[in-house]
């Protein structure tokens, strides 16, 4: 049986297990492959996952080790070397491991339906992980300036400490790609002036457990347009596996 997974810190969040497990059932796939979650403490214990699971032909990747991945990979697809995060991996029947980003198939599908042909000059992406970095490099496709946001200036353009009345009006187009409000910590969100938002504004949030995050209500209760991760998560699961049966 072939076997594929996902690689993160903690994974009581995913949906990606029962993702894929319906979808092997629904296809008549149960005997050829199987879907496992690997929590790893830390990057290097995928070196030990990959030499003790033969039968693993891929796996996804999500935080915090869409970047760290990288240096225990043979290749990168141009996408994924562009954007320096990689979520998804195939191992080759050589042995090579070659890493994707599928993320920016789902990031495109649900800007898509978010925004449409709105012209949205500039965004603020909310975190600066390896998924803010997929959004970043869509957002670039599509013509539209970004401001990386932090808790350090190190690590982003600006802090939530710099994002003032005018800031979040000259960005009507808000992204939360950091794990902020995830589950179990749905009582949290971002730390923006949610009263300075409009109706104009459009709320992305990369999370997609729960589908309702408090990032998306409040932005709501000021009359945003807003969306989850959910869509998100279903594209760049298919595009993962139309990588691993290529």
Same mark, same amino acid.
């Given at each position: 049986?072939?076997?594929?997974?996902?690689?993160?810190?903690? %994974?009581?969040?995913? *949906?990606?297990?029962?993702?894929?497990?319906?979808?092997?059932?629904?296809?008549?796939?149960?005997?050829? *492959?199987?879907?496992?979650?690997?929590? %790893?403490?830390?990057?290097?214990? $995928?070196?030990?996952? &990959?030499? #003790?699971?033969?039968?693993?032909?891929? *796996?996804? !990747?999500?935080?915090?080790?869409?970047?760290? !991945?990288?240096?225990?990979?043979?290749?990168?697809?141009?996408? +994924?070397?562009? &954007? @320096?995060?990689?979520?998804?991996?195939?191992?080759?029947?050589?042995?090579?491991?070659?890493?994707?980003?599928?993320?920016?198939?789902?990031?495109?599908?649900?800007?898509?339906?978010?925004?449409?042909?709105?012209?949205?000059?500039? +965004?603020?992406?909310?975190?600066?992980?390896?998924?803010?970095?997929? !959004?970043?490099?869509?957002?670039?496709?599509?013509?539209?300036?970004?401001?990386?946001?932090?808790?350090? &200036? $190190? /690590?982003?353009? &600006? #802090?939530?400490?710099?994002?003032?009345?005018? $800031?979040?009006? +000259?960005?009507?187009?808000?992204?939360?790609?950091?794990?902020?409000? =995830?589950?179990?910590? !749905?009582?949290?969100?971002?730390? %923006?002036?949610?009263?300075?938002?409009?109706?104009?504004?459009?709320?992305?949030?990369?999370?997609?457990?729960?589908?309702?995050?408090? *990032? =998306?209500?409040? @932005?709501?209760?000021?009359?945003?347009?807003?969306?989850? @991760?959910?869509? =998100?998560?279903?594209?760049?699961?298919? /595009?993962?596996?139309?990588?691993?049966?290529?």
């Amino acid at each position: 049986m072939k076997q594929l997974g996902l690689i993160g810190r903690t %994974l009581g969040h995913s *949906f990606s297990a029962k993702y894929f497990g319906e979808k092997f059932e629904c296809e008549s796939l149960t005997q050829e *492959f199987s879907y496992k979650l690997y929590e %790893l403490a830390e990057i290097e214990d $995928v070196e030990k996952l &990959i030499s #003790t699971t033969p039968s693993l032909i891929g *796996f996804n !990747v999500t935080i915090p080790y869409k970047q760290q !991945v990288i240096p225990y990979l043979d290749e990168l697809s141009d996408e +994924a070397s562009r &954007i @320096g995060a990689v979520n998804c991996v195939k191992i080759l029947a050589d042995g090579r491991r070659v890493g994707y980003n599928t993320d920016v198939d789902g990031i495109r599908l649900t800007l898509d339906g978010l925004v449409g042909d709105e012209e949205i000059e500039s +965004a603020l992406v909310l975190g600066s992980g390896g998924a803010s970095q997929a !959004v970043r490099y869509v957002l670039e496709e599509r013509g539209i300036k970004s401001l990386i946001v932090s808790r350090n &200036i $190190v /690590s982003g353009d &600006i #802090t939530y400490d710099d994002l003032s009345a005018e $800031v979040i009006a +000259a960005n009507k187009l808000i992204i939360n790609a950091s794990p902020v409000g =995830m589950y179990p910590r !749905v009582e949290e969100c971002p730390n %923006l002036p949610y009263q300075q938002l409009t109706p104009q504004h459009r709320l992305f949030d990369l999370v997609y457990n729960p589908q309702v995050t408090l *990032f =998306m209500q409040r @932005g709501n209760a000021q009359g945003a347009r807003v969306v989850s @991760g959910l869509d =998100m998560l279903y594209a760049q699961a298919e /595009s993962a596996w139309r990588i691993w049966n290529m």
